[in-house]
């Protein structure tokens, strides 16, 4: 009769990501950072009914992508859709080594540590994951997270606050050439190089920190 007071008891992976970003004392100097640039391909767009495929992932330190500190994985699904194999190329049976969902999410949180999250329309890829952690009774992702489509509308002359830029559109913008489009690790890629473009402009008129940053995100981190 007396479970109900009982406290929660999580996984150790899941106690280590909260630790990582809770007691970080990298935050308050930009050039200690470690940003991770991500991007998921999926089954589809609905949070849920479709499932992630693949994670990937690179880090940014000192406004340098760290091109040795990337990350990969291919998950095993039940949930397919053959449709999107026509963007993303992954097959139900394909030659990648894939991994359960959960040990996906274990190595996945090992490698972010305490980074701050860097996505283009990260609501999206973070939803996509916080759903796969629900299913296994954790989650939301504790991670400090930027939206390179914000940051873009933040910097660029104009009203666009209600305008949603493709990454394709910011890659044309910022003379970035595009390869391993519609692949998580090439995408991750792409968006670092958006990042890095983005973060530049920036700081020709202003001090570049953390905080001002994640300001020009409107949603995220609230």
């Known amino acids: 009769m007396f479970n109900i007071f009982k406290k929660k008891q999580y996984p150790i ?12 004392r990298n935050y308050s100097s930009y050039e200690n950072i470690r940003f991770v640039c991500l991007d998921t391909e999926t089954t589809g767009f609905d949070y849920d009914n479709d499932r992630i495929l693949c994670i990937g992932a690179v880090a940014i330190k000192n406004n340098k992508i760290l091109v040795s500190d990337s990350f990969e994985v291919y998950i095993q ?5 053959k449709e999107t194999v026509k963007i993303h190329g992954i097959r139900r049976n394909g030659t990648e ?11 996945f ?10 996505a283009h329309h ?7 994951i916080n759903e796969a952690l629900k299913r296994l009774k954790i989650g939301p ?3 400090r997270q930027l939206d390179t489509n914000f940051i873009h509308k933040k910097i660029a002359p104009g009203n666009l606050f209600h305008k949603h830029f493709s990454l394709d ?11 391993d489009r519609h692949t998580a690790l090439g995408d991750a890629l792409l968006t670092a190089y958006v990042f890095l473009k983005l973060t530049y402009k920036y700081k020709k008129n202003n001090i570049l920190n953390l905080t001002d940053l994640i300001n020009t995100n409107y949603y995220l981190n609230r």
């Open 141 to 143: 992702i504790k991670s």
């Open 77 to 81: 699904q039940e949930v397919f859709n």
């Open 122 to 128: 990260t609501k999206f890829d973070l939803t996509m």
């Open 97 to 107: 080594k894939k991994v359960s969902e959960e040990e996906a999410l274990i190595q």
């Open 13 to 24: 992976y899941w106690k280590k990501h909260i630790d990582a970003v809770k007691n970080s």
């Open 109 to 118: 949180l090992e490698y972010l540590d305490d980074a701050v999250i860097i």
């Open 169 to 179: 559109e910011l890659c044309e913008i910022y003379n970035i050439k595009m390869h």
